[in-house]
Every structure is written in structure tokens, then in C-alpha cells.
């Protein structure tokens, strides 16, 4: 097992979120000009809303089956297994989501009410797969994957397009509004399908309704579904106490939304990277071989992805959401735009893989109460700090609290799981990183007053990927992140200080 099948079943994905990337700018140009301000923030509150009973929903399960599909010898007996807590896990949380939005008096004459109900059926669809998923991971067949979701997302931006395309624009109609809801709805049930489909090729699965092992999964996946629950809260649950807390909470949504959305996409890139060094990772610390030179190549991967996300989230933030919405959304405006909050969002964009990497390694060593206190304090300090911010200082203020809280999680989880699993990480690879990151930055600060049109950005995003690939070449990344279960031993031994 080596390099190659994580960087197969990583550049999948990535290739997989390159794609579905590109056709969710698309989808949200076709919000921005689809719908009035005030229902775009409605579309982007409900989505957010139901990120936190998503989060609750997976319970930490897609985690857990990844790490014990990977290890388990019968692993039909698993996976039906955790199909049976998925299901039950995903019905009971967003059941309560949609009884719950419509007791909230605040929301009583909004359309989040029918937005939240019809937008339900997206993360319900879409954890199904998930469970799916874990099948292609764990089995490095991730362009299953990859088919799944391009035909989701073609249907899904076709048909929004389709909508624009018949002479919608800025539209105040509540009914274009659900129209873009049913439209993501249905795309996930098509996602569903045909991850099922692919994977009834490649398994057998059987649902299992043993209570032993069922009781048995539950109790290995609670305290991760406790520590994503706390992710929620900190990272998604922000839209959520704007539309609660400020008055103007759609204007406010309807801005932050979409940057927000752009973020969630930085996100998913590295995490994409630690579910495809998870087995191995899982399979090597089993068997008590060594992992330290895995980590430190995985935790270069990490870095690497983060601050190309930082950097053109900075200095290109005013082009990127001119793309991606309207002059309508950025700066000036009487309060702070798009563009103002895509800046902002860097930090934690950069800081979030970190705390990627070191959950994935506690998740190894199955660390959970280490995990849980932090991200616990983590939640804690995010909704504390929101009750007083969000009132005075909209999403700027929300965004500040979600920078504080990832650097507090970046150095008390790092230090955690480097006493964990020792992580290889030699200073001359971290000068290598420091120099691509610097360069990279002056490239993008100076080419910034370049970037003005939509024409000028989509040809510098174009360069700029040609532009990181040379650097990632120069810096010899590609020698510095290969890595095969072959000559690990060997790696950590040269490795260690004499």
C-alpha cells in the first residue's frame, strides 16, 4: 500500500470537488440573480440551519465506518450495520429540525419555515450516500464517487440555469424560491441512487439489525458525533444565531452566505485528504508500524492546501465574489460586503486544516476524550462569544468568533496530537513550505489590481493553478510528499535526531 492509492483516491476526490466546485459557483450566480436579496438570505439561512441537525444526524459515523471497514473482517455485517444507525440517526435529527423551525416565533411569517422543510431532504439523502461512500474509500474506488456526484450537479445547475434561462431575475416570488430548494432535493436523491447502485457492484449490503453490534458502533461513534456536533456549532452554527439575533438577518445572510459557502468548499478538500489516509493510517497503527512519516507528508499536504485557499480567499476576495454573485454584494456598500467577508474567512480557512489533521489523528488513536473537552470548550466559547457579537457586529463579528476559536483549537489539538502520534515534520520541510506559501502570496498581492473583470479573473485563476503547480515543482513537493508502506520504516529511522 503507498502513495499512489491515497493520491489516487484523494486527486478523485479532489477532482470529484474541482467539478462539482466550478458547477456550485454556477448555482450560486444563478441565486444571486434568481432571487431579491431577502430570499437569497433565506436560501442560504436554511441551509445553514440544517447544517448543525446534519452534523447531529451523521453522529460521527462516517468516520467510524471508514476506520472500522477498513479493519473489520466481515465488512458487509459493518456496513449494514451503520446503515441501520444512519437511518435511524438521520430521521430522528432532521425530523427535528423541521418540527422545530416551525415553532420559532422569530421565523413565524419568514419563508425559512417551507425553505427548511423542502431543503431537509438534502442532507438526508446525502448521509445515506455517505454510509455508502465508506465502501469506496475504504476499497480506493473513489471514482464511483466522482460519477455520483458530477451527475448530481449537472442536473442540479442545469436546471437552475434552465430557470435563469427562462427570464427570472431578482426574482420576489416565493415559489422560484422553493424552485431552487426542490431543485438541490432532488439532486440528492439522485446522488443516493446511484451510490447505492455502484455499490451493490463492488459489496454485498445487508442490513443488520444486530443490537449487540449496534449498541457496540453507537458507543464507538458517540463521542466523535459529539465532537462534530461541537464543529457545527462552531463553524455552521453562525448563520443560525445571525437569523435569530439580528433583525436584518436575511441582508446579513444574503452576504455572508456566500462566502461562507465558498469556505465550506475549502473545507472539504482536506478532509477529502485525511478519509483517504484514514485506512491506511487506521491499518498501519494497528498492527503497530510506524505512521510518523505518513503524518508529517500528510500534515505538508494539509498546510499546503490551506494556504492556497488563504491566500486568493485575501487578496483576490473582491474578484472571486464578483464571479460568483453580483456588484450587488460587495464593497462599497453602506455596511460590509461579500468581498469583506471571503477576506475575513481566510484565517480560518487556513487554521480549519489543522484542526483537520489533528482530529483525524485523535480519531486514530481514539483519543475521544481529549477531542470532546476541546472541541466542547470550542462550542462553548463560539456561542458565547456570537450572543454578544452577532448583535453588534452581524457576520463580522461572527467571523472574528470563528477565528478565535480555530486558533485556540489549532494549538491546544496540534499539541494533543502530536503527543498522540508523533508526526515527522523536519524543519527543512517546513522552511519549503514557508517559502511556496510566501511566494504564492506576493503573486497573488501583486496580480490583485489586475483582477477586475470577470474575463480578467476566470484567466487569472487559470494561471494561478499553472502558477502553484511550477511552484509546488520548484519547492519539489512531489519528492517531499511520496511516501510508500515499503520504505516507511526506513523514512522514520533517517528521520529521527542522532
Known amino acids: 500500500m503507498s502513495t499512489r492509492q491515497i493520491a489516487t483516491s484523494t486527486l478523485w476526490q479532489i477532482l470529484s470537488q474541482a467539478m462539482m466546485a466550478a458547477m456550485s459557483a454556477v448555482s450560486v450566480k444563478c441565486v444571486a440573480l434568481g432571487l431579491e436579496r431577502e430570499l437569497a438570505g433565506a436560501y442560504n439561512s436554511a441551509y445553514g440551519y440544517l447544517q448543525l441537525f446534519a452534523i447531529l444526524a451523521d453522529f460521527g459515523l462516517y468516520a467510524v465506518s471508514v476506520r472500522e471497514v477498513s479493519i473489520a473482517k466481515d465488512k458487509s455485517r459493518i456496513l449494514g450495520s451503520l446503515l441501520i444507525l444512519r437511518t435511524m440517526a438521520t430521521v430522528l435529527s432532521l425530523g427535528a429540525a423541521v418540527g422545530i423551525v416551525w415553532l420559532v416565533p422569530v421565523w413565524t411569517n419568514s419563508p425559512l419555515r417551507i425553505g427548511i422543510s423542502i431543503a431537509a431532504l438534502v442532507p438526508f439523502f446525502t448521509l445515506l450516500a455517505g454510509v455508502l461512500r465508506s465502501i469506496f474509500q475504504v476499497q480506493y474506488k473513489m471514482y464511483f464517487v466522482f460519477i455520483a456526484e458530477i451527475t448530481q450537479r449537472v442536473l442540479t445547475t442545469g436546471a437552475m440555469i434552465l430557470i435563469i434561462y427562462t427570464g427570472v431575475h431578482l426574482s420576489e416570488d416565493p415559489a422560484t424560491y422553493q424552485a431552487f430548494l426542490w431543485i438541490g432535493s432532488l439532486g440528492a436523491a439522485v446522488l443516493f441512487l446511484l451510490s447505492l447502485s455502484f455499490a451493490l457492484r463492488i459489496s454485498t449490503i445487508r442490513p443488520c439489525f444486530d443490537v449487540q453490534l449496534l449498541k457496540q458502533l453507537f458507543l464507538k461513534a458517540a463521542p466523535y458525533g459529539l465532537a462534530y456536533l461541537c464543529i457545527a456549532l462552531y463553524r455552521q452554527f453562525d448563520l443560525t444565531m445571525i437569523a435569530l439575533l439580528r433583525p436584518d438577518f436575511a441582508d446579513q445572510n444574503a452576504l455572508y452566505g456566500f462566502a461562507s459557502r465558498i469556505t465550506e468548499m475549502t473545507y472539504i478538500v482536506p478532509t477529502f485528504l485525511l478519509n483517504s489516509t484514514l485506512p491506511i493510517l487506521s491499518e498501519r497503527h494497528e498492527h503497530k508500524q510506524p505512521v510518523d512519516s505518513l503524518l508529517g507528508k500528510t500534515l505538508l499536504a494539509v498546510l499546503i492546501l490551506g494556504s492556497i485557499a488563504a491566500t486568493f480567499s485575501f487578496f483576490w476576495s473582491r474578484p472571486i465574489m464578483l464571479l460568483l454573485t453580483t456588484a450587488n454584494y460587495v464593497t462599497p456598500l453602506s455596511s460590509p460586503g461579500a468581498d469583506t467577508a471571503l477576506r475575513l474567512l481566510s484565517a480560518p480557512q487556513f487554521l480549519n486544516g489543522i484542526v483537520l489533521f489533528s482530529f483525524y489523528v485523535l480519531l486514530t488513536r481514539h483519543a475521544w476524550k481529549t477531542l470532546v473537552s476541546y472541541m466542547g470548550i470550542a462550542a462553548a466559547m463560539s456561542v458565547s462569544l456570537n450572543l454578544w457579537m452577532v448583535p453588534h457586529f452581524g457576520f463580522v463579528g461572527a467571523i472574528s468568533t470563528l477565528t478565535i476559536v480555530h486558533c485556540f483549537l489549532a494549538i491546544t489539538l496540534f499539541r494533543s496530537a502530536n503527543r498522540a502520534l508523533k508526526t515527522s515534520f523536519?524543519?527543512?520541510?517546513?522552511?519549503?513550505?514557508?517559502?511556496?506559501?510566501?511566494?504564492?502570496?506576493?503573486?497573488?498581492?501583486?496580480?490583485?489590481?489586475?483582477?477586475?473583470?470577470?474575463?480578467?479573473?476566470?484567466?487569472?485563476?487559470?494561471?494561478?493553478?499553472?502558477?502553484?503547480?511550477?511552484?509546488a515543482y520548484l519547492f519539489r513537493f512531489h519528492r517531499l510528499l511520496r511516501w510508500s508502506a515499503d520504505t516507511a520504516s526506513t523514512d522514520a529511522l533517517q528521520e529521527m535526531p542522532a
Open 426 to 471: 523536519p524543519w527543512k520541510t517546513g522552511l519549503l513550505w514557508g517559502g511556496f506559501f510566501l511566494c504564492m502570496a506576493l503573486g497573488a498581492a501583486f496580480s490583485a489590481p489586475f483582477v477586475t473583470t470577470t474575463a480578467s479573473t476566470l484567466i487569472g485563476l487559470m494561471i494561478a493553478c499553472v502558477m502553484i503547480a511550477g511552484l
